[in-house]
């Protein structure tokens, strides 16, 4: 399925919801076959973070709302921290009451680590937008937050996807198949 959707219709990364189901190395193995970003909304639960990063520190993983849309600051606390320690971690803004939070994660992590999110419809992309310019940053900071850093991480699916293509080193549907039971 996840073939598919690359090579046919150019999908560019997988999302994982934490009140559905979290990663399962399955899922892992195929962002990691496809060179794909792994979005996970870990939904507060951050030690999966600690479960999944350092084990394929090949595969970007991007934590929406700073690890909680339920406002609790503790996760975001913790996703600030792992934001630092992890160099295959990512955070987005979107839903982040705390302010003091996103500030946080750019000073200690750098602007080179966080997304603009909005979860919309859901929530007004004005105000998300406002939050990330109420940061205060240089030009080029705040540029890297509103788009920079995705367009960063989706050049990289891109160019790695390529390449891998080039090798054969994308796995068919059958060896995917073989991997998921081995």
Request: aromatic share 8%; charged share 20%.
């Amino acid at each position: 399925m996840v073939q598919t959707a690359v090579r046919r219709w150019g999908f560019r990364g997988i999302k994982v919801h934490g009140l559905e189901a979290m990663p399962t190395r399955e899922v892992c193995e195929t962002a990691l076959a496809f060179s794909l970003p792994l979005l996970v909304d870990v939904a507060g639960k951050t030690s999966v973070i600690e479960m999944l990063a350092p084990q394929y520190r090949q595969v970007n993983f991007i934590v929406p709302h700073l690890g909680s849309f339920a406002d609790d600051w503790r996760a975001h606390q913790q996703v600030v921290d792992q934001l630092v320690h992890h160099p295959n971690l990512y955070a987005d803004t979107s839903g982040v009451r705390r302010f003091d939070y996103i500030v946080q994660a750019v000073r200690r992590a750098g602007a080179h680590k966080i997304l603009f999110g909005s979860d919309g419809p859901w929530l007004h992309p004005g105000v998300e937008i406002a939050k990330i310019r109420l940061l205060g940053l240089p030009p080029s900071e705040e540029a890297l937050i509103l788009g920079g850093n995705a367009v960063r991480l989706l050049r990289e699916v891109g160019h790695k996807r390529n390449a891998a293509d080039r090798r054969g080193a994308v796995p068919s549907t059958s060896q995917m198949r073989a991997r998921s039971f081995a």
